[in-house]
């Protein structure tokens, strides 16, 4: 006896339509509908019938076969041979996590052959994997921040038992996997949630037009649909940790947020399942409450990304200054994100016209903020999908790593990024008609927006401008692409096996430098990170006398009274004598 | 040589139109226009021409004594002749507020005969009058919640010079005088401050269309506006607190909201002024977060208004369970009400059909929140603006202002409500055209909506429908007046002299109750408030021998063995001995 249920407050009828049989449906007074249907298996092909209209998927579908048009598949989430037993999870705070599109991390585009390049990664060291959003969404390809199915796993990345299988091999390779949860909004096409309630509300605007109903009438089950999918994730397919997307454009008016209640809920679901399981917001509002502890009055999520330690990092090294780079780029910038986390932490933002954010109480260590020198935004939005590795030589890229990899932060690395991979990565999509047309049309205009040229902004909706953006894993096996990782590899292991390093202590970053001179030495304890931003050899001052060179990128370095002589755009990372 | 100035970053070209001369005007790279004119004198007139329109008001205007659409007039705040430099203002915490419409509370509607009228306040023992917004909006007469110029003091009330005299001779009785202040929209005539700046955005919804833009571009002066506009009220007008109106409908997405940024600024504001200032805040969120210290996480306002215990007590004593009270009227809800603050404090809401509210922590007292048996909005949003008075017995009346009287919050009664006004107080507004129309049609929908016959529902617009809302004086005076009065007096004094009530312990808090035989009494420390619902005399169980009877709205009580025999529609607050 199979029981089939879904939440359809809207319609007057909803029936089953199950192996091309329809099965009328009854409604309790919440709104859910409930039939029971003998002989049913896994693998059966299902739909409902609103009102007697065209059949729709399962809001709760966790398999979309056919698209997300289409029937939605039953799946028994019991039934997978799961082999990580022995897993025990991994924490977020000061590990380092690798971002990954599985649509284009292979040239297959699958999690299967994304498994045959675990132990590349489990070589580097990295402690999780943290996949672009893989609930199903219209089309073949996309980024996978259009989801409709929430629930269910994009089938032309293998579906279901797909991504369970990939997270079975990472667990097996002691690497944790993080899923990218897309709660602000639902694509554009193959939405069919407003035919069954009010999932979505007038009352509020976000960029993507009526808000996802968090706060209205029959926002309790919404939230429900919401926190339901993230237990899913971390239960049914052993997810150890959710990063949600903008949280800034959840509009929830409510006196207990959803983040707060949803972090209530992973949080008791880690202790039933012991082991952590993690919550990272993407959040736009520099606010440290996202990450303060509940009991002082914050929401009390895992993590938050920190762009601002990007956009330092970034405008320093490529010398940008354009859009949101326009208040990064100095030394003191890059030396105040490297302590304060924030650079807007109340201080005036020209890309936004305001003030913005607010500091980070000395009482939050680094650990939970997620930095990054390049992540899929960061290059994915750029017109041409360029990755800093097509403009900057190896002695930057490898500055920048050893800046983010030995932060008190929780770095994350984008795929390809640890053998400086060239390839773009670009926007791609795969709509079809109107809707296709519009978004070729809405690329182009965005950029023709800011004044900039749009000649060479790639068609998005083509398949070359999709396949262009796959990993090229050639690279990562010459002798450049070999160099570059096995610096990041002993970045790194340094970390973990460095106790000046493996801490989140904020208050004992020391950063030094010389604007002129384009030198910057960060101090972690008895650690030095000396780095000659410049293209010419230098002397950089170390206040401290060196015990040891723990990495270098380039051989050429020399001491002497309290300096080092670095190599242009060179990085020493040095054991200091306590003075 | 006066120096005019005005931030105005949308025109090209300002120019100040001052005694029928234009004078250009220059703008500094914030957008801020300023001209020194000499030999301008206070009570000039004057106006800003943008683009080379129409001239239009001051959005800082303190005067507008033609109306929102007129020039401004130059006030010179210094210029008054204050008398009270002996008042030290008066703490919000469990005093008694008194909220007061200007334009009703006397037939002539102004603030010098409302001055008229103190001494009765005095004699009451109130601690501050709350105003309702005295803004100028468009039109003669309205609510003031439509507010357009919100530094400019409306002029049928008495313009800035009335006001002060009003403030001045409150603060001679030893009253002090809360602001209403409404910053959430701009009225629907006379807004022109949109042709000035972003004062409004529409990235965000509210009810009442765009929002103000706290969190956009250009915010940070839209957010001086408001706060500069706070400190004239508490500065140059001498008020002692705001009430915020509706703080909920801020769409502030901000690290630091402007709640907090306010609250920051008004307690500085106090420092240097010696007295405290407090702010309270309407929030239908039912979170505690608003009154929170900000050291614990919260916005550190002093207060906010608490509907629910409102609603608990009006369903009640009425027995009305219609729209918002349909989750009130028991008396386990009233108890809830009377010790936890919010009967919805994660609870479901069928008016809002999801769940709302958290919980107030035990170590939140009651003081912070501002009670009240009516307000303006609980009376004048009914279809015939009808007081509890026009169906209530004496007897209920009292009892219900006992409860509130003795409650561990803050009191806040309903001008007329101390002698039982039988006066309604209806919707009424002021406007012309086709917008007096759409506010007329507007009114009957809001009604017809929610499916109630709009046949007695008066015209908005009529002068009648003002003149019909404005207290009749006569009946504070007859017979039943003085008695009302008289009670609504002793409870005041009681609730100061008694330490029992005048502290905002909740956990000092007992009540019991039995529903069926429709009684309750409510223990503070020895302090037992007795109270039968019923219309029947009836014996209610004490749990304590009594001592003394300190206040009764009957003489025929009776004790014996525990019990007090209370004839129907009375209430008893007794001294009880400590067993």
């Known amino acids: ?15 089953l339509e199950v192996n091309g049989q329809r099965h009328p449906m009854r409604a309790d007074e919440s709104g859910w509908w409930r039939v029971d249907v003998p002989g049913i298996e896994a693998g059966s092909d299902y739909a409902f019938v609103l ?41 977020l705070a000061g590990n380092v996590l690798y971002e990954l599109h599985v649509g284009t991390f292979t040239e297959e585009g699958t999690f299967d052959a994304a498994v045959g390049r675990l132990d590349h990664l489990a070589d580097l060291g990295v402690s999780a994997v943290e996949l672009l959003p893989c609930s199903a969404f219209a089309g073949r390809w996309g980024w996978g921040y259009d989801g409709v199915a929430w629930y269910a796993v994009h089938d032309p990345y293998g579906g279901p038992d797909g991504l369970k299988r990939f997270v079975d091999a990472c667990h097996a390779r002691g690497i ?81 947020p959803l983040l707060e209640e949803l972090a209530v809920e992973v949080q008791a679901l880690g202790a039933r399942l ?4 993690w919550l990272v917001a993407e959040s736009d509002t520099n606010d440290p409450r996202v990450v303060t502890s509940r009991a002082a009055g914050g929401l009390g999520l895992d993590g938050q990304w920190a762009d601002d330690v990007h956009h330092a990092l970034h405008a ?13 780029g100095s030394l003191p910038t890059l030396a105040k994100a490297l302590t304060g986390v924030f650079v807007h932490d109340g201080t005036w933002s020209s890309f936004r016209g305001r003030t913005h954010g607010r500091p980070v109480p000395p009482t939050l260590d680094g650990h939970p903020f997620v930095v990054y020198l390049q992540n899929h935004d960061q290059v994915g939005n750029r017109a041409t999908g360029d990755r800093i590795a097509s403009s900057l030589s190896d002695g930057m890229l490898q500055i920048g790593a050893a800046l983010v990899l030995t932060s008190p932060y929780t770095p994350m690395l984008w795929m390809g990024e640890e053998w400086g991979a060239r390839t773009p990565w670009l926007f791609f999509s795969d709509h079809e008609g109107e809707l296709g047309e519009a ?12 004044g900039w040229d749009t000649s060479g902004v790639p068609d998005p909706q083509s398949p070359d401008t999709f396949q262009k953006s796959k990993l090229d894993w050639s690279e990562a096996a010459d002798e450049r692409g070999c160099r570059l990782r096995d610096w990041n590899r002993d970045l790194i292991a340094l970390r973990r ?64 009274d309290g300096f080092v002589e670095l190599d242009g755009e060179s990085v020493a990372i040095l054991d200091l004598l306590r003075s």
């Open 274 to 277: 012991r082991k952590p399981l």
């Open 497 to 560: 096996t460095l106790p000046d390093l493996a801490d989140g202590h904020r208050h004992r970053v020391q950063v030094t430098y010389d604007e002129d001179a384009r030198w910057l030495v960060v101090r972690r304890g008895r650690t030095a990170v000396a780095c000659n931003l410049a293209p010419e050899r230098q002397a950089v001052p170390l206040a401290g006398t060196p015990d040891a060179v723990l990495l270098a990128n380039r051989p050429g370095f020399v001491f002497r």
């Open 316 to 328: 320093t090294l490529t010398g940008e200054r354009a859009g949101y780079y326009g208040d990064f």
């Open 439 to 450: 978004v070729r049309q809405g690329r182009r205009a965005e950029f023709a927006s800011h």
């Open 51 to 91: 009102d007697g209209g065209l059949p729709r998927p399962d809001p709760r579908s966790a398999w979309q076969p056919q698209g997300v048009h289409g029937p939605s598949r039953l799946v028994d989430h019991d039934a997978f041979a799961w082999t990580d037993q022995q897993w025990r999870g991994v924490p």
């Open 176 to 256: 944790g996997v993080v899923m990218d949860a897309v709660y602000n909004h639902l694509g554009p096409a193959g939405n069919y949630l407003p035919e069954f309630g009010p999932y979505l509300t007038e009352a509020h605007t976000t960029p993507w037009g009526p808000a996802v109903n968090l706060d209205m009438a029959g926002s309790d089950e919404v939230r429900r649909y919401i926190i339901g999918n993230a237990r899913m994730w971390l239960h049914d397919y052993h997810i150890d940790g959710l990063r949600l997307d903008a949280v800034h454009a959840l509009v929830d008016g409510r006196a207990t």
């Open 1 to 15: 006896m199979t029981i089939f249920e879904v939440w359809a407050p809207k319609p007057d009828t909803v029936e």
